[in-house]
C-alpha cells in the first residue's frame, strides 16, 4: 500500500508535485500518464524514496511493515 497525502514537492521555485493524495492499495495495477511536467517522475521519485516531500507525507506499507516518509521529520 502507498498512502500520499497532500504531497507537494518543490524544486526551488519550481513546483513538481502540488497537493497530491493518492491511495494505492498493494495488488492494484496503476498507470501513470499526463504531458511533460506533470510530475510523474517526481510521483516516482518519492515513492522510491528517492526524493522528500516538501510538505506532507507519504506512507509505504510492505509486508505488514509501515515505512513513513515526511516533510514534517526533516
Known amino acids: 500500500m502507498i498512502v500520499f497525502n497532500n504531497v507537494t514537492k518543490k524544486y ?11 491511495h494505492i ?3 492494484d495495477f496503476v498507470f501513470l500518464v499526463g504531458p511533460s511536467g506533470a510530475g510523474k517522475t517526481t510521483l516516482i ?7 522528500e516531500p516538501t510538505s506532507g507525507n507519504i506512507t509505504c506499507c ?3 511493515t509501515d515505512e513513513a516518509i ?4 526533516r
Open 45 to 51: 521519485r518519492l515513492i522510491l524514496a528517492l526524493a
Open 12 to 22: 526551488g521555485d519550481n513546483v513538481g508535485l502540488i497537493n497530491a493524495s493518492v
Open 70 to 73: 515526511s516533510a514534517d521529520a
Open 62 to 64: 510492505y509486508d505488514g
Open 25 to 27: 492499495n498493494s495488488g
